[in-house]
């Protein structure tokens, strides 16, 4: 079954706003994944935040990671075309949850309109 | 370094074909991953090795699927027969130690089984 469900499943935006996409999932975690993937291409790595860290950032993105709720939300600054693309979370489960997979959501598909 | 390395990235056959994917992973990574993605199932684990040992094996649909990993340079996908419903994108991916670190994604084998 699939641990993490990204919310909205589309966004369309325009270039230069602000992007939020969010990711709630049921068990405990090790860590949460964002990954980007445009089309017809593999999936890129975009950040890694920890169960015991609760916001990271990497250049115009920004994670945030609420364990209590069991959500993440990503932010991504300033959009531009370029960041058209689906974006995954995804999550690594504790040690001894009886299963090691990074398990991946369905995606948001974002949309940056020029 | 090159990344994950796939080949072939496009292949169309016949239903009841053999149909083989090759991975090369990150040099240095001692762990790949095998990933099916389609529309309805998203991004699904096939199956994951550790240091060249199968580990987890559960995602693999049926006998009809096998993979190998002869050393850590090299892995092989295979479908035998191959069915319509195998058609979908074929990722690989490596980490540097384990599932819930940073995954490396090829760039997939599309499949289309006729």
């Known amino acids: 079954s699939q641990q993490g469900e990204e919310d909205p499943q589309a966004l369309s935006i325009q270039e230069g706003e602000n992007a939020t996409m969010n990711c709630s999932y049921k068990?405990?975690?090790?860590?949460l994944q964002w990954y980007r993937q445009n089309s017809g291409r593999g999936l890129v790595h975009l950040i890694l935040i920890r169960s015991n860290e609760r916001e990271k950032h990497s250049g115009r993105l920004r994670v945030t990671l609420d364990t209590s709720k069991k959500s993440s939300s990503l932010l991504i600054t300033a959009s531009r075309a370029a960041d058209t693309a689906s974006y995954f979370c995804?999550?690594?489960?504790?040690?001894?949850?009886?299963?090691?997979?990074?398990?991946f959501g369905k995606g948001t598909k974002l949309s940056v309109i020029p | 370094d090159a990344g994950v390395i796939q080949s072939p990235r496009h292949e169309v056959t016949e239903m009841g074909q053999e149909v083989t994917l090759r991975c090369k992973p990150i040099?240095?990574?001692?762990?790949l991953f095998w990933y099916r993605q389609t529309m309805m199932r998203g991004l699904e684990l096939l199956i994951y090795?550790?240091?060249?040992?199968?580990?987890?094996d559960s995602g693999m649909p049926e006998d009809r699927f096998s993979a190998k990993m002869p050393n850590a340079s090299f892995s092989t996908l295979k479908i035998q027969p191959s069915e319509p419903r195998d058609s979908a994108v074929y990722f690989c991916a490596s980490s540097l130690d384990g599932p819930e670190e940073t995954q490396y994604f090829g760039p997939g084998t599309r499949l289309l089984v006729l």
């Open positions: 040099s240095g990574h001692n762990s």
């Open positions: 995804a999550t690594a489960p504790t040690a001894g949850a009886g299963s090691y997979q990074l398990t």
């Open positions: 068990t405990s975690i090790n860590n």
């Open positions: 090795f550790n240091n060249n040992v199968p580990i987890d």
